[in-house]
């Protein structure tokens, strides 16, 4: 199990889950469901209520092929909700990849950056996150969602993520990010093909011995979908993954991992206790 403190956040003593509000009208699982403001406060309240350690609030759908909204539609979206949510006491991360959205969530009591792009975007971003002082979750990335399918050629998946993460974390302690503050996230889906996530899966512990909290986002992804096709190979649709997602979030939990990023908290909240509860359990176990 995880023993990762990241400053400012929640240190319940073992693996954090994360709640997703898409305060988008385009997300791939949940895309306009959450888009009025009201109702994405109200569903970050609930996934608190269902056991969401922290709220993630995006404003800009990441989705294969998904256009970029603008600067001001962003901070639109977001701000309100994101200022609703921390003035309930919420810890809210921001998810995105401008610096000057983040600066605006951070104002508005945004606790973490979450930056899918790793600071590829927005070359500012690192400089903000460094002089604000708050947690920043570096993303495998490379290249924007309308071209970042014809990226995924590796050689070997698991080296290259981790040695491009590292060259970011250099990057980013270069801009004087405290090293504290750095989260790492192998993104999955993310210029990756399904074998690709599959194998940062099968091999989390090459990231998690990074030595960085490391944060996993497999809900509801289309390697998820496809693994439980259909016998005529349709992938499970995007709303019938979670079961599955609590499955891989048990095993992140064992594995090391920090946080989980996930849709629907309470099954999800559910497997990362029983991972702690077993690990609290197992010293010595097998030799009785």
Request: aromatic share 4%.
């Amino acid at each position: 199990m995880t023993s990762s403190v990241v400053p400012g956040l929640p240190e319940p003593g073992r693996c954090l889950v994360m709640g997703v509000v898409n305060v988008t009208p385009d997300s791939f699982s949940d895309g306009g469901d959450w888009f009025d403001a009201d109702k994405a406060v109200r569903h970050g309240l609930d996934l608190v209520a269902e056991g969401a350690d922290v709220v993630d609030v995006g404003g800009e759908s990441t989705r294969p092929g998904a256009q970029r909204v603008s600067r001001a539609e962003e901070l639109r979206r977001v701000v309100p909700v994101i200022t609703a949510l921390a003035e309930a006491g919420v810890p809210v991360s921001v998810d995105t990849m401008r610096a000057e959205v983040a600066e605006a969530a951070v104002e508005a009591g945004a606790k973490l950056v979450n930056d899918v792009s790793g600071g590829l975007a927005d070359p500012a971003m690192t400089r903000l996150v460094a002089q604000a002082r708050v947690p920043y979750v570096v993303m495998h990335w490379r290249g924007h969602s309308t071209d970042m399918n014809e990226r995924a050629v590796y050689g070997d998946v698991v080296a290259e993520v981790r040695e491009e993460l590292l060259r970011r974390v250099d990057a980013v302690l270069a801009e004087g990010v405290d090293p504290s503050m750095i989260v790492l996230d192998p993104g999955l889906g993310f210029a990756k093909n399904a074998e690709h996530d599959w194998a940062l899966l099968a091999h989390m512990d090459a990231l998690v011995d990074l030595g960085f909290p490391v944060l996993f986002g497999a809900s509801r992804k289309r390697f998820v979908g496809r693994a439980l096709a259909a016998p005529d190979g349709t992938p499970r649709p995007v709303r019938e993954r979670d079961d599955a997602t609590v499955a891989i979030t048990a095993l992140a939990a064992a594995a090391g991992a920090w946080c989980i990023r996930v849709h629907r908290v309470r099954p999800n909240a559910d497997a990362v206790r029983m991972a702690a509860a077993i690990a609290a359990h197992t010293t010595g176990a097998w030799a009785s």
